[in-house]
Each structure stands twice: as C-alpha cells, then as structure tokens.
C-alpha cells in the first residue's frame, strides 16, 4: 500500500508565498515522475510542474518563473515552492508519483491540500 499526503497549503494574499509538500510512504521500490496538478472550481484538473527520477522538470506556463518544483529522493518528498502568488492560482494542489511497489508499477494521488489566494 502507498500513500501520498500533501502539506503546507492556506490562504495568502497576492504576492506571498507557499510551500507546498508532498510525501509517499508504503511499499515503495522506486519514484519515477512526480508532480503537482491542481484544479479550481468548475475547471479540469491541470498539470502544474513535474519532476523526474534525475532531476527533469517541467512547468505549466502560467506558473513558469514563479514556481519551483524539487524532490529529495531519501525523504520520498516533493516539494513546490509557489512565490508571486496571484488570485487565479487558488485551487485544490495534488500531489501524483509514479511509483514502482514489489508487486506493480502505477500512478498514485494525494488528497488535496486547499491553497487560497486573496486580491
């Protein structure tokens, strides 16, 4: 069994700065890709940043030059740093690993972790 809980969201006005975390344990072999997605009210869930096994990253244009995805490979932590936060960032965050147990290989989720931010 695998679980990924997410930390670290909250209401902040426009201009702060959250750090969100993420951390899997279980019956963990191996993290390949983890990431962060987000989804607001009456929006689909979107992809924010990614990060691979070597250290890869990958952003969402909007959040480009603000954001900052990293991970600590022995902690089996994701990290996002989000800096000039703006009001359309507001959102539930999730945390997704691809993750490789000792019986399968496959994709897992946290449950959310709210991040409001005022005008």
């Known amino acids: 069994q695998v679980q990924l809980v997410e930390s670290g969201g909250g209401l902040v006005q426009a201009g702060g700065s959250l750090r969100l975390s993420c951390l899997a344990s279980g019956s963990i072999v191996s993290i390949n890709a983890m990431g962060w997605y987000r989804q607001a009210p009456g929006k689909q869930r979107e992809l924010v940043a990614g990060?691979?096994?070597?250290?890869?990253?990958n952003y969402a244009d909007s959040v480009t030059g603000r954001f900052t995805i990293s991970r600590d490979n022995a902690k089996n932590t994701v990290y996002l740093q989000m800096n000039s936060l703006k009001p359309e960032d507001t959102a539930v965050y999730y945390c997704?690993?691809?993750?490789?147990?000792?019986?399968?290989?496959?994709?897992?989720w946290g449950q959310g972790t709210q991040v409001t931010v005022s005008s």
């Open positions: 997704n690993a691809n993750i490789r147990t000792w019986g399968s290989i496959g994709d897992y």
């Open positions: 990060i691979f096994s070597g250290g890869r990253t």
